[in-house]
């Protein structure tokens, strides 16, 4: 399995993560509430935790093909999400 993880700087934190799961939510298996959650992929997994200034996000999939999607995934509709605000997301690879 691999993992990759990012910390993001928002104060909207709570707001993306239960934006995220609800989407999500309709398709996948998804768990939240205000300060965590998870999405199940077929890909792989993506966890979320917010506080007041930060979304952190956890992906685990199978290999780096599927984590790269899972990747460009989650990313994307955050971004969609976030349109208002300019986000860094910086990815560590474990």
């Known amino acids: 399995m691999m993992n ?12 993306y993560l239960q934006q995220l799961c609800k989407h999500f939510a309709h398709k996948l298996p998804v768990e939240f509430d205000t300060a965590q959650g998870s999405i199940h992929f077929d890909i792989g997994d993506c966890k979320l935790g917010a506080d007041d200034e930060t979304l ?3 992906l685990t999939s199978p ?3 599927q984590l790269a999607r899972l990747k460009e995934v989650v990313v ?3 971004e969609r999400f976030a349109f208002r605000e300019e986000m860094t997301i910086a990815w560590v690879d474990r």
């Not at 990759?4 to 707001?15: G, K, L, N, Y």
């Open 76 to 78: 994307r509709h955050l």
């Open 63 to 65: 290999d780096g093909p």
């Open 4 to 15: 990759s993880q990012a910390d993001i700087a928002t104060p909207r934190a709570s707001r």
């Open 56 to 58: 952190r996000l956890d």
